[in-house]
């Protein structure tokens, strides 16, 4: 099993990161990236999944580097195994499958990897992609400042009847999105609304996915989309989701103006809209995920008298969207996404 450097070559206070890659050029080039940055230092480099769980077996690292295509065992197969080996061990999949609109990219997203990367070709490392890798790395790892009220993260869970679910979600997201969805009973029947920060190009393979794990209708949402029982839409990656009251039902309509966060699609106007429509009706989600988008919709919806959870810091790969939301006071619950599915399964009231 090939390391590089040792791992007792890297200081206590850097970022201990394991590459897997099957490339000797990849491992190389990825290494200089990282070690070009005071903040990480490569503690092992390994051709394949086997060395890779060899390895985590006797050290432990902060970050595991994955490529997808590799003999034997190929990344995303070994994704699950890998996490567990890992230890609490953040996974960037960095390979030339996460293209845009490449399944692989959901594909690792969902099955728990933190981020990704596309590869470029070999004679195309130069330039801009040791940048972008640390650039992510920078923001995974990036400390969050955020102040919790006191009590904010032992907070009950919120017995509440509503008629519509939004969630909103980023880095991290796609993973706790996955295992809230599963853990909703086969007869629940509000709709759910989805804001997921992805490109558009991911929009359709993401749809398709949620539809798979949800086990239920799900699509992008068009503009006058009607909201539905036992029907989720999706907010597509060029426009912002709002919603608008048609009748006694929902719509949606979709929006491209600027918002505070910077974030198209954007989880705020979508919140802030459900709570105007549904007000106490309503339960906001917010997922891991990095700044503070979602934090004012999470506060209207409160302020509407409706419930809002969010995910807790130990299973979030980033806290920042539901620390944010936690530490306005606007929480009712702080729960991991598989309790937060539990809890939203045990709505009372049947959809209209």
């Avoid at 990825?30 to 077996?57: C, H, K, N, Q």
């Avoid at 690792?108 to 590869?119: C, F």
């Avoid at 419930?307 to 790969?317: G, L, T, Y």
Wanted: aromatic letters at 4%.
């Amino acid at each position: 099993m090939a390391r590089s450097p040792s791992p007792h070559a890297a200081p206590a206070a850097r970022t201990r990161i394991l590459i897997v890659d099957d490339s000797v050029v990849a491992r190389a080039v990825l290494t200089r990236a990282i070690e070009g940055s005071p903040s990480y230092a490569v503690v092992g480099s390994v051709p394949d999944v086997r060395a890779a769980l060899a390895f985590l077996a006797i050290d432990q690292v902060d970050l595991v580097l994955l490529d997808v295509e590799m003999p034997g065992v190929d990344g995303l197969t070994a994704l699950p195994d890998l996490i567990a080996a890992g230890k609490g061990a953040r996974i960037v999949v960095v390979s030339s499958t996460c293209a845009d609109g490449g399944a692989a990219m959901i594909q690792a997203l969902a099955l728990g990897a933190a981020d990704t990367l596309e590869k470029p070709e070999v004679g195309a490392f130069a330039g801009r992609f040791g940048a972008l890798l640390i650039e992510k790395l920078d923001r995974l790892f990036e400390v969050s400042d955020i102040v919790l009220p006191r009590g904010a993260t032992t907070m009950p869970a919120r017995e509440h009847d509503f008629d519509i679910v939004a969630i909103g979600a980023s880095t991290g997201g796609i993973h706790a999105l996955s295992q809230l969805l599963r853990a909703l009973p086969a007869h629940f029947s509000q709709p759910i609304l989805i804001t997921q920060h992805l490109p558009a190009s991911f929009m359709s393979y993401f749809a398709a996915q949620v539809a798979v794990l949800a086990n239920r209708p799900c699509e992008v949402a068009e503009d006058r989309s009607r909201i539905r029982p036992g029907r989720i839409l999706i907010a597509p990656g060029h426009a912002h989701m709002k919603v608008i009251a048609i009748g006694e039902g929902g719509a949606v309509r979709l929006t491209t103006e600027a918002v505070a966060s910077g974030c198209m699609p954007s989880v705020d106007p979508m919140l802030r809209s459900v709570a105007d429509v549904y007000g106490p009706r309503s339960l906001a989600v917010v997922l891991s995920g990095m700044g503070r988008d979602g934090a004012v919709g999470a506060v209207a919806i409160a302020a509407a008298g409706g419930s809002v959870v969010v995910q807790d810091r130990e299973s979030s790969v980033v806290w920042g969207m539901p620390g944010a939301v936690a530490a306005s006071g606007a929480a009712h619950a702080v729960l991991p996404p598989d309790k937060i599915g539990q809890l939203i399964g045990r709505q009372r009231r049947p959809a209209c």
